[in-house]
């Protein structure tokens, strides 16, 4: 069975700080493992994806993500947060000849 | 040059009404999706097309009804409507079937669904 746990379902980070988001995932497949951003009102937007090359992701907006087998994790994180950062992250994950599995979301908030 | 548009982005109706929200993606892909968003964020996938055809049918009320008439455009017909239903719904679309080209999705912007 595959799902998908966001481990903090509130974040905040002054603006200037790192932020991590966790996320911790179950498959009995190779997973390809994706962070997506929500601002408030909008639809979602892709921000990386792993799908089994490096370890190590970058993103869009300096976000980055490390897959961790042996810890089953992809958490996110950015050295320095901004305002424009605070918004809703979802982890998903998704195995071969099956949907997509959604995390229950992070909201992340940037004080400043 | 929107890649993936629904229409209306609101929808006010009174409850036992009919209405349909409409998707189109101009990205080329053959899956679609449709998903529901509760007011704490959660999103539950409610039904996939790839090339037309229905991949995913998840426990969704009867009332619901996608209609894909080709691959770039899938929309959603709902029946009866209730107090329930009252939720952003968001439409994706991806190349290939979920998981197998290890690819990503494409959301629209979301209905704001709303039912008094």
């Known amino acids: 069975a595959q799902s998908v746990t966001q481990l903090d379902s509130h974040v905040s980070v002054s603006e200037g700080t790192p932020v991590l988001l966790r996320c911790n995932y179950s498959s009995s497949y190779s997973p390809s493992l994706f962070w997506y951003v929500q601002h408030p009102n909008k639809g979602l937007q892709l921000l990386l994806k792993y799908t089994s090359a490096a370890t190590l992701v970058k993103g869009i907006n300096g976000f980055e993500a490390e897959f961790k087998k042996s810890e089953t994790s992809f958490h996110l994180t950015k050295p320095s947060a901004h305002m424009s950062d605070a918004a809703e992250y979802f982890c998903?994950?998704?195995?071969?000849?099956?949907?997509?599995?959604f995390g229950t979301g992070t909201s992340l908030t940037v004080i400043p | 040059d929107t890649a993936v548009s629904q229409t209306p982005k609101y929808l006010v109706t009174q409850m036992g009404n009919d209405k349909s929200i409409k998707c189109e993606q101009n990205l080329g892909h053959d899956t679609m999706y449709w998903y529901k968003q509760d007011s704490k964020k959660f999103l539950k996938i409610m039904f996939s097309y790839n090339n037309k055809e229905l991949i995913i049918n998840e426990t969704v009320p009867n009332r619901f009804s996608p209609k894909s008439p080709d691959k770039a455009h899938l929309n959603l017909h709902i029946n009866s409507l209730e107090l329930g239903d009252s939720a952003v719904y968001f439409c994706a679309s991806s190349h290939g079937r979920p998981g197998l080209a290890r690819t990503e999705q494409y959301f629209g912007p979301g209905t704001r669904l709303t039912v008094t």
């Open positions: 998903v994950v998704s195995v071969p000849g099956n949907q997509f599995y």
